[in-house]
């Protein structure tokens, strides 16, 4: 097993356009938020100034974004899988989704009209959770089917939500093949943040509602004086949160996009494989991928999230499960000064990245690469809290998973 970090710079043939991105215009994303906002529960996650930890690192400014408030979820995914819902039953009603607030989704008289619908979908936790509280609130079903080795904890809080879940004995990329034909032959619908030929548009409206979390983080950073982030490192799986976030981005500062870096685990690097591939077209990557960063253990990249990946990313990076680890001791142990972030496996591999890029002579020719100075001010997204509150604990108090 790879014990380093791996990396290689973005030098894919580049076309000129790429359609997919005008999903991630400000005016579409905008709308999205404005969903998210008609939830009772919603408000923005805090976004937290590591300003010691920069200091030390010798950068600019350090801000992550803690997704561990979100919806009191503990986690972002909830964003794409709501939004993605709403628009399929905006669809259905022959509306738009700014018609359809959350109060409106669940009035009787829409409610009579829709029928019932049951949601299937695959997820090692995060995503799958968010699927069944989105159902239960929409007064639907939800049927969710894990990966072999998924947390018991994980599955408990989704069947909290009231769906129909279960553990298999199937690696990621299969249990979305499984949860796909199991709703195909139930008339029920599948919602994946994972796209393929044939099945791209709930995909796209998942990518979509990621949007909100990084128009919150833009604006947050304006408010701290930052009115562009030089850098970001964004985790990947199969690609739709780190290519909802590029997007945005890449949107917004349209002359003059954030350096971004894409961060896999090395057993499920589907995406930094593709870049070493140099020609373009993604790569799958098969087996088990029994990483601690469970929430990044795809295989198979989002076909659409590829799209825009490797058009406005400049660095993709495959780091061994230590610099997750790493990560999370940073957020949970803080410099003085600087506030706790309760950060989850996959939640921690960009802030534990970061601090071994700046730290480590060995990484000295990737921080060139990247042009990491004390000018550069960076964004991260700490994705979820302790999703696996034993994990958690293991790693951060008894020192589970280190370098050596």
């Known amino acids: 097993m790879i014990n380093h970090i791996q990396w290689k710079k973005n030098t894919m043939p580049q076309e000129k356009t790429c359609e997919w991105v005008k999903l991630l215009e400000n005016k579409e994303v905008l709308k999205v938020e404005e969903f998210h ?52 039953l905006a669809t259905k009603l022959n509306k738009d989704i700014s018609e359809l607030p959350y109060s409106k989704l669940i009035s009787p008289e829409v409610k009579k009209e829709l029928g019932d ?28 089917y894990m990966p072999k080795g998924s947390s018991q904890i994980r599955l408990d809080n989704i069947l909290k939500e009231g769906a129909e879940a279960s553990i298999t004995e199937l690696n990621y990329d299969d249990a979305v093949r499984l949860a796909t034909k199991n709703a195909e032959e139930n008339g029920g619908l599948i919602v994946q943040d994972t796209a393929w030929e044939g099945y791209e548009e709930i995909p796209s409206w998942i990518m979509q509602g990621y949007g909100t979390m990084a128009l919150e983080a833009l604006n947050q950073l304006k408010t701290e004086g930052v009115q562009r982030p030089t850098h970001m490192f ?52 098969g087996g088990e991928m029994q990483t601690i960063m469970a929430g990044l253990a795809c295989g198979e990249p989002n076909t659409i999230g590829w799209e825009i990946l490797k058009k406005y990313s400049s660095m993709f990076v495959s780091c061994p499960d230590w610099v997750a680890a790493e990560g999370m001791r940073s957020l949970a142990k803080p410099l003085a000064g600087d506030k706790k972030v309760v950060s ?17 002579e060995e990484y000295a020719g990737l921080r060139k690469e990247l042009q990491l100075d004390k000018n550069s001010q960076v964004l991260l997204f700490s994705t979820e809290g302790d999703t696996d509150p034993d994990m958690y604990k293991k790693i951060v108090n008894d020192g589970y998973v280190t370098k050596n």
């Open 37 to 88: 906002k008609s939830f009772p529960e919603y408000k923005p996650t805090p976004l937290v100034n590591l300003s010691n930890l920069a200091k030390e690192l010798g950068l600019g400014g350090i801000f992550i974004k803690d997704e561990s408030y979100r919806f009191e979820l503990n986690a972002f995914k909830v964003l794409g899988g709501s939004f993605a819902m709403a628009k399929y």
């Open 117 to 144: 619908i049951t949601f299937y979908t695959a997820t090692d936790g995060n995503h799958g959770r968010g699927v069944a509280w989105t159902a239960n609130r929409l007064n639907q079903k939800s049927v969710v």
């Open 234 to 285: 964004v985790q990947a799986g199969v690609g739709s949160l780190a290519a909802g976030v590029q997007g945005v981005v890449a949107m917004e500062y349209k002359d003059n996009c954030p350096i971004t870096t894409i961060v896999e685990a090395n057993l499920a690097d589907c995406l930094y494989q593709s870049a070493v591939a140099n020609d373009g077209k993604p790569r799958f990557v």
């Open 344 to 360: 989850g496996e996959s939640g921690a591999v960009t802030l534990g990245l970061l601090v071994e890029i700046m730290k480590n």
